[in-house]
Each structure stands twice: as structure tokens, then as C-alpha cells.
């Protein structure tokens, strides 16, 4: 059975990244959903709670699996077995540092080929931290991200308006 693993920081996950797993989905025998650490961000939602939405809007997709990881995507690409990574990319100006991850993957671990899929033309403009700036000053975030976790950023913002 190939695996393959598509990480992320999904914080929160869009519909542009759902659309990437669906695809993905239709592509492998099994995808894992990782959720990982990118040391250039500051996260809104833990690893956890970051998990814990993609599995509640990927409850479909049969063979989709959803799981976090505190450590390097290689680590656990070597523990799994797993031998693809698939990333989706937006436009050009994703490609230098898409590419810049995968020659570094393979670098680490030439076992696994990274792939890329092109985001859809509708959802190419997305990304998690514009939805997370426009739900931070209350505009509609309803055609970025699936409907079921629009209550999660919602109260996470009310939460840091607390603080
Ligand atoms: O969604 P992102 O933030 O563009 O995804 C980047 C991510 C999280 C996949 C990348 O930062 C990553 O793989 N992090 C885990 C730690 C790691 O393996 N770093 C080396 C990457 S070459």
C-alpha cells in the first residue's frame, strides 16, 4: 500500500487545502494529513486542535487519515513507511520555497519523492493567515474555509481579544 503524507501547518485548515487532500485522496491508495511545525510561524490553534478540525471536515474521504507530529515530516515519513509527500502549490511565488523544502527532503531522505498538485484557479488566492487577519477584524470568512470550523476561529479570536 503507498502512502503519502501531506503536511502542513493547517492552521486552520481552507477549502484550498481541502481540495488538495480530496485530490490526493483520488490519487493514493492513503493519505495521511499531517499537521507539523513550521518554525517561521507563530500558530493560532496547537498542533491538536489544528488535527482535530481537518479529521472533522475530512470525515468522508475513506481513505484519509489525520495525525500530528512534533518533529521533522522525514522522521515520520521513515516511521511510517510512508514514501510521497504531496504539497499543493498556488502560484509562482509558492514554487522557490516549495522547492527549497522538497530538494531538502530528499536530501534527508532520499526514499520519498515529493509531488506537486496545482491548487484549483478558484482557490489559488488562499491561504490560512489571510482567512486568520480577516476573521481577526470580523469580516466573512464563509467561501475560505469549510463551514464546520468557522466557530473554532471565531471563538479562538474572541479568546485573544481577552488577553
Ligand atoms: O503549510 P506550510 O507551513 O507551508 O508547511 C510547511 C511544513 C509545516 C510542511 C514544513 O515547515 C515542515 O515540514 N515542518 C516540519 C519540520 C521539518 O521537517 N522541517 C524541515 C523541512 S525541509
Do not use: W
Not at 502542513?8 to 494529513?33: C, K, M, N, Q, W
Not at 486542535?49 to 481513505?63: M, P, Q, S, Y
Not at 476561529?153 to 479568546?159: A, E, G, M
Amino acid at each position: 500500500m503507498q502512502i503519502a503524507v501531506c503536511p502542513g501547518s493547517f492552521d486552520p485548515i481552507t477549502l484550498g487545502h481541502l481540495d488538495i487532500i480530496r485530490r490526493a485522496s483520488e490519487l493514493f491508495d492513503h493519505v495521511v494529513v499531517l499537521v507539523v511545525q513550521n518554525a517561521g510561524k507563530t500558530p493560532m490553534f496547537s498542533l491538536e486542535e489544528r488535527a482535530e478540525l481537518i479529521k472533522r471536515v475530512t470525515g468522508d474521504f475513506k481513505n484519509v487519515e489525520v495525525d500530528c507530529f512534533h518533529g521533522l515530516l522525514v522522521d515520520y515519513m521513515k516511521e511510517r513507511g510512508a514514501s510521497v509527500i504531496v504539497k499543493g502549490l498556488r502560484a509562482m511565488s509558492d514554487f522557490e520555497y516549495e522547492f527549497q523544502m522538497a530538494l531538502t527532503n530528499r536530501q534527508l531522505y532520499p526514499e520519498a519523492e515529493t509531488v506537486f498538485l496545482t491548487s484549483s484557479v478558484e482557490r489559488m488566492y488562499l491561504s490560512s493567515s489571510l482567512v486568520k487577519q480577516i476573521a481577526q477584524f470580523g469580516g466573512d470568512i464563509s467561501a475560505l474555509v469549510p463551514a464546520q470550523i468557522i466557530p473554532d476561529i471565531l471563538s479562538k479570536n474572541r479568546k485573544d481579544d481577552d488577553k
